[in-house]
DNA sequence: CGATGACTTGACTGAGTTCAAAAGCTGTGG
DNA sequence: CCACAGCTTTTGAACTCAGTCAAGTCATCG
């Protein structure tokens, strides 16, 4: 019970997997958790000689990383705060996961997971269902990639961060106005997630600029004046 | 028993999830399977109205298609003989899967194929494990869209059509011979599926065909002449 | 302040798209 | 058996979007 005492003040507590379980589950996870600040560029799993973890994000943001032959990287997946981050059933990850902010975690051994999910079949179920919908959001990216120009790749990019970090700043804005907000992924990042240089993502902001749809400040800043507008010029809205 | 001995007789029995579950559970599926021919076209899953079924693939090839807004069709996946095709737990499916061949499947209704993964841990954890593998491939997948060339992307399809197609024919021949098969799919579907325009696939089959790879026959027949050649031009093999 | 790294801008190139037409297959019916 | 319709596939030619290479600007920090 003292262990639980701090989930109730987590920010995440009602959108991460530990939220979905029986109280018994809950409690036997809170028993084997590790609290954890990564700061950014730390490997999470995959790699060389990286022992297996998993971790639930509480703040941060989480890139997974196909290293290709060429020695050139491609963003397979963003990881949001209340996400689980992990491979289970795998010896060698084909990705790697890697800390695109500082973050804040809660991790898990493998091991003391894996057995806790043998154990647990609610545990297993609600990881299983996190699977799904992640596969459902790789194959939507997928689309996205193989399909929309290189001004709605980056428009879509924006939208979905703006929902999923401006949105707990200003909620009342997401409708129509403005909303700012300091971007996870620097432009090379950006253009690693869409499949574009980070030129044409450089010359894509710039036209959104001129267009007066979004404005950038300094370092990663970004204000978003026009959501509405944002959204058009992404033809289609992507989940995670 | 009497059940099961159409099972011991299965093409796919040794690769298929079923040859990973208990004697008892494979015998609990075995109770509500349905074996049925499908024909080339009919949708399994997804789409409007369609009851939620699971099928196991013993003959044949599924494609699942996302529909865009703009009325084209990007296929995000590929299932061959023994894998498994459905999606648990979701209400409206985002994915339409469909026979890209005529199929034999093994059907399950959604209703007796869920209550059954409740009840026997082993089943879930079995389609775990495929759904993770379902979710690797297709970010390795979203990696080859979004950094190969036109030549890359034909090359790496034809040699994962090639490795599962091909292979079970001539196994002798996998490492240096020819190779000689049907495709399971049109040209419009390639490009489907590898993010291009039907006439650019074209061009490239044009392409292998001028440098002695491959021979392409009548309807969807094709002769792959020089395999390891292939894999040069593919850059990187895929799996699934 | 000069150095380092991240971002922007410009000019040019080229792979892949687009539009258009021709060529192959398959099946049907006289 | 041929002719024709309805397909898929191939080929051609022009165009365009994003990539490439190369400067140039801006920010941060020792």
Redesign the interface.
């Known amino acids: 019970m003292t262990l639980r005492n701090r989930c109730q003040l987590c920010s995440v507590r009602d959108c991460a997997p530990c939220s979905e379980l029986t109280a018994g589950t809950a409690d036997e996870l809170a028993r084997i958790v590790h609290r954890r600040r990564i700061p950014m560029g730390q490997i999470l799993y995959g790699g060389v000689n990286q022992a297996k973890t998993f971790s639930i994000i509480v703040e941060g943001v989480v890139k997974?990383v196909?290293v290709?032959?060429?020695g050139?990287n491609?963003i397979?997946?963003l990881q949001f705060p209340s996400e689980f981050v992990g491979?289970?059933?795998?010896e060698g990850a084909?990705?790697v996961a890697e800390a695109a902010t500082d973050l804040e975690v809660c991790a898990f051994s493998g091991s003391a997971f894996e057995t806790l999910m043998q154990t647990h079949?609610d545990l297993?179920?609600t990881?299983?269902?996190r699977?799904?919908d992640?596969?459902?959001t790789?194959?939507?990216?997928?689309?996205m990639?193989?399909?929309k120009t290189a001004e709605e790749r980056v428009a879509s990019l924006l939208m979905l961060i703006a929902r999923k970090f401006g949105g707990k700043a200003e909620m009342a804005g997401l409708t129509s106005g403005a909303l700012e907000f300091n971007l996870p992924l620097s432009r090379t990042e950006i253009a690693e997630c869409?499949?574009l240089r980070l030129e044409t993502v450089s010359r894509q902001f710039a036209a959104l600029k001129a267009e007066g749809i979004i404005t950038t400040g300094r370092r990663r800043g970004l204000k978003v004046a026009d959501l509405t507008a944002l959204g058009q010029r992404a033809?289609?809205l992507l989940h995670a």
């Open positions: 997974l196909n290709q032959p060429d050139s491609q397979v997946g491979r289970p059933f795998a084909p990705m079949p297993e179920r990881i299983f269902k699977t799904l992640d596969l459902d790789a194959r939507q990216w997928m689309s990639i193989a399909r869409l499949g033809q289609g």
